[in-house]
T-cell receptor, first 113, second 115 residues
Framework: DTGVSQDPRHKITKRGQNVTFRCDPI?????LYWYRQTLGQGPEFLTY????????KSRLLSDRFSAERPKGSFSTLEIQRTEQGDSAMYLC???????????FGEGSRLTVL | AQSVTQLGSHVSVSEGALVLLRCNYS??????LFWYVQYPNQGLQLLLK??????LVKGINGFEAEFKKSETSFHLTKPSAHMSDAAEYFC?????????????FGTGTRLQVTL
C-alpha cells in the first residue's frame, strides 16, 4: 500500500495560466475525492468520483475547474485561467465505497501570482 | 445538510496535561463522525471514527472521542499531551444515507504543546 500520491506538491504560476494536478489513489479504492483547503480553514469538498463516473460537484467548482478520472484509476484536476483566489492546497483522497474512510494525499499547493 | 463547529481555533496545553478539543455537529440523520490530524505541509491522517455501536471510540496515538447524541458532540481527548501532538485537528461529519459520501469538515483547532 503506497498511499495516495499527488503531483506536483508545489506549483507557482502566474494569473491566467492553466495548471493541472494529478492524483493516484490507493489501488483498490473505487472512490476518489478532491478537496480545497485555504489557510486557516478546513478542507472544502470539490468533487468526487466512483470509478470513472463523476457523481457530485460542489458549487465551489466553477467552470474554470474540470476533473477527470478516465479509467477509474488516477485523476486530474485542471484549473484554467487561474486567479489569485485559486491559491490553496488541493487535497486528493480515496476510499472504498463500503467503508467510507477517506485516505488523503499530501496535497498540491498552488500559488497564483 | 450536515455541519461541524469546532470551538476554539487554538488550544495550548502543557506537556503531560489533558487535551480536550471540542466538536459539535449538526445532522438531520444519524451521522458518521471523524477526527483527522494534519501536520504542517502534509495531508490529513485519520485519528478515529464513529459510525455505529459503542459511543466511546479509541484511535491512534492515545486519542479517544465520545459520541453524545443528546449534546450533538464528539469531543476529542487525550489524557496526557506529548510534544509530538502539536498539529491541526479537524472534526468531520458524513451522512450515512443516500449518495452523500463527502465529508464536511470543521475549521480546525491548532493544538500547541508547551514544556
Amino acid at each position: 500500500d503506497t498511499g495516495v500520491s499527488q503531483d506536483p506538491r508545489h506549483k507557482i504560476t502566474k494569473r491566467g495560466q492553466n495548471v493541472t494536478f494529478r492524483c493516484d489513489p490507493i489501488s483498490e479504492h473505487n472512490r476518489l475525492y478532491w478537496y480545497r483547503q485555504t489557510l486557516g480553514q478546513g478542507p472544502e469538498f470539490l468533487t468526487y468520483f466512483q470509478n470513472e463516473a463523476q457523481l457530485e460537484k460542489s458549487r465551489l467548482l466553477s467552470d474554470r475547474f474540470s476533473a477527470e478520472r478516465p479509467k477509474g484509476s488516477f485523476s486530474t484536476l485542471e484549473i484554467q485561467r487561474t486567479e489569485q483566489g485559486d491559491s490553496a492546497m488541493y487535497l486528493c483522497a480515496s476510499s472504498l465505497a463500503r467503508t467510507g474512510e477517506l485516505f488523503f494525499g499530501e496535497g498540491s499547493r498552488l500559488t497564483v501570482l | 445538510a450536515q455541519s461541524v463547529t469546532q470551538l476554539g481555533s487554538h488550544v495550548s496545553v502543557s506537556e503531560g496535561a489533558l487535551v480536550l478539543l471540542r466538536c459539535n455537529y449538526s445532522s438531520s440523520v444519524p451521522p458518521y463522525l471523524f477526527w483527522y490530524v494534519q501536520y504542517p505541509n502534509q495531508g490529513l491522517q485519520l485519528l478515529l471514527k464513529y459510525t455505529t455501536g459503542a459511543t466511546l471510540v479509541k484511535g491512534i496515538n492515545g486519542f479517544e472521542a465520545e459520541f453524545k447524541k443528546s449534546e450533538t458532540s464528539f469531543h476529542l481527548t487525550k489524557p496526557s499531551a506529548h510534544m509530538s501532538d502539536a498539529a491541526e485537528y479537524f472534526c468531520a461529519v458524513r451522512s450515512n444515507t443516500g449518495t452523500a459520501s463527502k465529508l464536511t469538515f470543521g475549521t480546525g483547532t491548532r493544538l500547541q504543546v508547551t514544556l
